[in-house]
């Protein structure tokens, strides 16, 4: 017998699809191509080693650009070279890769348990104003949320038999489905034959460094010192650290890195929702008025080219 409480929902376990699909720029995107190419291993990596790689084999590489000891940004004029740079076997000892933000943007449907998620993948997002508009999916997995299970545990003990209750963490399928589309517009709904299923916002978590306790990367591209997870300094971790109490590197109050609360990841969240809400109204609003030609932003805000008519997408930030 036992007892099970929800928790938060994540993408845990079934999220790692989305890292073996390789990102590629569609055909109805317009340039520059930027692609990114990273080290292994937190080594460090050498430009002028991966401009002598690229213009052996990419004859469109216009730039590369140091972005880390460890990262690089290249820049080609041609989509099929971008796009074949990315699954070149010559550069397998790097991680190439086209950033999601700039091809993709992820939205949430609620499904009962019962209904298969994939059979989504058979549809196309759609948008209330801009009915002619098909937007492609690209992936589709359930998440899952954290369970609590609890039970009660017999031990024979000397004295006779004792009770206690175990409490043991569990994965367990959600009714939240997270849907990754092509672009930079959020579909209102998604139709599949006949069936109407609509979209939700997705935010996702923000990404923390258990090597240095900062927020904006993981500790598998972390360069920085490893930091104390009491004190938040950079010490001898080998000795006890005899600080009283914890205390965040981050917005320096009395808790452990990580925690909810902290104010620097609150403000980090607030942010990324913003930039998101912003550039998806922006295009968005262009796609309804039917705008010829929408300003250029940076950059890194590429664009696509004409859908229907006189379409056009630009890119938002995830």
């Known amino acids: 017998m036992g007892t099970e409480s929800g928790g938060a929902m994540d993408s845990v376990a079934d999220s790692n699809n989305a890292n073996k699909r390789v990102r590629l720029y569609p055909p109805n995107f317009r340039g520059p191509y930027t692609v ?143 849907v990754t589309f092509q672009g930079s517009i959020l579909p209102d709904y998604i139709k599949v034959f006949g069936v109407v299923v609509q979209v939700l916002a997705f935010n996702p978590k923000v990404m923390f460094c258990e090597k240095c306790l900062r927020y904006g990367h993981t500790k598998a591209f972390c360069n920085n010192k490893r930091r104390c997870l009491k004190c938040g300094l950079i010490h001898d971790l080998s000795a006890v650290c005899d600080v009283p109490q914890f205390s965040c590197p981050n917005c320096k109050k009395n808790f452990p890195s990580k925690n909810h609360k902290c104010e620097a990841r609150q403000f980090l969240v607030d942010s990324l929702i913003r930039k998101a809400q912003a550039r998806h109204n922006l295009s968005y609003a262009g796609i309804v008025r039917g705008d010829k030609g929408v300003k250029r932003q940076r950059e890194e805000d590429n664009q696509f080219e004409v859908l229907s008519g006189h379409i056009l997408f630009i890119i938002a930030f995830i």
């Open 36 to 178: 990114y190419i990273r080290a292994l291993e937190g080594k460090s990596i050498n430009r002028l080693t991966i401009w002598n790689m690229l213009v052996k084999k990419f004859k469109t590489t216009v730039e590369v650009k140091k972005m880390f000891t460890d990262k690089v940004r290249v820049v080609f004029s041609d989509i099929k070279e971008a796009n074949s740079c990315v699954q070149d076997k010559d550069f397998s000892a790097f991680r190439v890769y086209i950033q999601a933000n700039i091809v993709e943007i992820d939205g949430v449907v609620i499904m009962d348990l019962d209904e298969n998620e994939k059979m989504l993948e058979k549809g196309v997002g759609k948008l209330e104003k801009c009915l002619e508009t098909d937007i492609k999916i690209l992936e589709v997995f359930r998440m899952k949320r954290k369970s609590i299970r609890e039970s009660v545990v017999s031990t024979l003990m000397e004295s006779g038999s004792q009770t206690h209750v175990e409490s043991k963490i569990e994965w367990v399928p959600a009714k939240a489905v997270r």
